[in-house]
Structures are given as C-alpha cells and as structure tokens.
C-alpha cells in the first residue's frame, strides 16, 4: 500500500484519493526495461513503490540522453493529462521497479465527475511539473551556464 505521503496522492482530498487508488493495480518493472517511448501514445502513469528509473530525451544520432532519475513515492508520468496525450521524454528502469499503475483514460474520466478531484489532480501534476522543469533549468545552467546556477550563492 502507498502512504499518502506520496508527491500525488498525499496532496488529494481523502475521498478522491481512495476513489483514485480503488483504480489502480500494482505494477513491477525489471531494471533495463523500457517503461515508455517518447512520442508514443501515453496511455497511463505510475506512482513508484520502490527502485528508480531515469527520464531522457532523444538525441538523434547518439544516445537518449538521461534528464532526471525518480524514485519512490514520485510520480512517473504526466502527458496523461495534457493533449495530445503521447509521451515527452522516455523512461527506463535503472533498477527492478515496484509501482502501482493507473490507467489515464479512467482517471481522466473520474477527474471529470468528480470537480473536486480534477481540480486537485491538475494543479497537483502541474506543480510536480513545475518543478521538474526548474530543476532541469538549475541543472542546465551548471553544465552550460558561464557561473552555473548560482544555486550554492544563495
């Protein structure tokens, strides 16, 4: 079972959140399986139990290039959501993953007739989004900034 202390679930009003998780089944990954391909349909999303897996991105001619390692409790997936509804990025395994799976066309839906829980899930991705994103900015700016972030100036 997930504590709701989870990057998703843990933000959720109690009933929604006990509507979400009656959809969900657990889920395992072996380490080097790939989860999902950028631009592909994407279709469902996970919430992490236990080991890691890595996002990267396609860069034609070489290889897919790592952006960001989640773990447990983190939210793997959010283009659900958002039209057109296909993948950003790509995930692998990095270890054997233990994970419960939620279908997106079946949240989507219990999202729209439950007002309440849509409103909570939307701006609950988006943050986690958000986030995501200025970490991707602070980690750029170190490797391609002339001062890096000026993260440790703070």
Known sequence: MITTTTSLLGELPPEGRERLMATARDVSFPAGTRIFEEGHRADRFWIIRTGSVTLDLH??????????????GDLLGWS???PPFS????A?????VRAVEFDAR?????????PVLGRAVARRVAEIV???LQS???RLLD????????????
Not at 106 to 114: N, P, S
Not at 143 to 154: D, T, V
């Open 143 to 154: 490797l391609y900034g002339p001062y890096g972030s000026g993260a440790s100036a703070r």
């Open 80 to 82: 659900w959501l958002f």
């Open 59 to 72: 860069v034609p001619g070489r290889r897919a290039a790592a952006v960001e390692t989640l773990g447990p």
């Open 106 to 114: 079946v949240v989507r839906e219990l999202c729209d007739t439950d």
């Open 130 to 132: 958000a986030h995501r």
């Open 87 to 90: 993948w950003h990025l790509g």
């Open 92 to 96: 692998e395994a990095l270890s054997p």
């Open 136 to 138: 991707a900015r602070t």
